[in-house]
């Protein structure tokens, strides 16, 4: 008998993508930013470096270096803001459960990866009951390094059984499309906080999962076989060093 093919892998980074919720987490930087007497646009901020690590955003922010320790109580500072903010707005974005459910039946494997520590990811999967829907779940204590690297990516992929070529992103960030294309995938933009026209090369731009459906994630992959390379000018920005 012939073998089964290869199924195709959809993988989710979470904020911004599963829950709208980066208004929220702007304004919890914004609260921090003016604790510390900063002035920088934590909106603006976010839309350059949305997916990073707390304390890798929080790095380029100060202009005298800052030590690890601290950033680190920075960002815990910052994520108990949030959650403050968000306590009574978690709700998942429009048609994601019967996106996740209809993508099951189709065979499709299913992973999340984020740059988010377990009890975060909790604080949201767990609280909208998602965790049933995935197959792997990859977060920031699972990867050496964070976005815009490929690494997160690239461990939902290997835990998953699924070659990268085989594998689609739902990303809503810059930072976040560029990892998918280090680790040679593809991606479906969710233009929760960016126009679609900012993304790179995007298979397809939605506002939410009630503007796809997981065959039509099926077509755009068979029709659009191979992967963007990274953007240049994206790569030489410093803070794609962090």
């Known amino acids: 008998m012939p073998s089964s093919p290869t199924p195709y892998a959809l993988i989710f980074d979470m904020d911004g993508v599963l829950i709208d919720n980066t208004p929220y987490q702007a304004k919890a930087f914004q609260l921090l930013f003016r604790e510390h007497g900063l002035t920088t646009n934590a909106r603006q901020l976010l839309k350059r ?15 005298n270096p800052v030590p690890e320790k601290e950033l680190k109580e920075y960002a815990s500072q910052r994520e108990f803001l949030y959650r403050v903010l968000y306590w009574d707005k978690r709700k998942e974005t429009p048609g994601l459960t019967e996106f ?30 998602l965790r049933q829907y995935f197959d792997v779940i990859t977060g920031k204590d699972d990867v050496d390094k964070g976005k815009p690297h490929a690494d997160t990516f690239t461990v939902v992929s290997q835990k998953l059984g699924v070659p990268p070529e085989r594998c689609v992103v739902f990303e809503d960030a810059l930072l976040g499309e560029q990892a998918a294309y280090k ?40 029709q659009h076989p191979d992967t963007p390379k990274p953007s240049k000018e994206m790569a030489k920005r410093d803070y794609m060093k962090l």
């Open 183 to 222: 680790a040679k995938m593809r991606v479906v933009a969710v233009s929760s906080g960016l126009k679609p026209e900012q993304f790179q090369a995007p298979l397809r731009v939605i506002k939410d999962f009630t503007e796809i459906t997981p065959e039509q994630v099926r077509e755009l992959l068979d």
């Open 100 to 129: 996740l459910r209809a993508a099951r039946t189709a065979g499709f494997k299913i992973g999340l990866g984020t740059g988010s520590p377990p009890e975060t990811i909790s604080y949201i999967i767990d609280h909208l009951d």
């Open 49 to 63: 470096l949305n997916g990073m690590p707390a304390t890798n955003i929080l790095k380029t922010v100060f202009r």
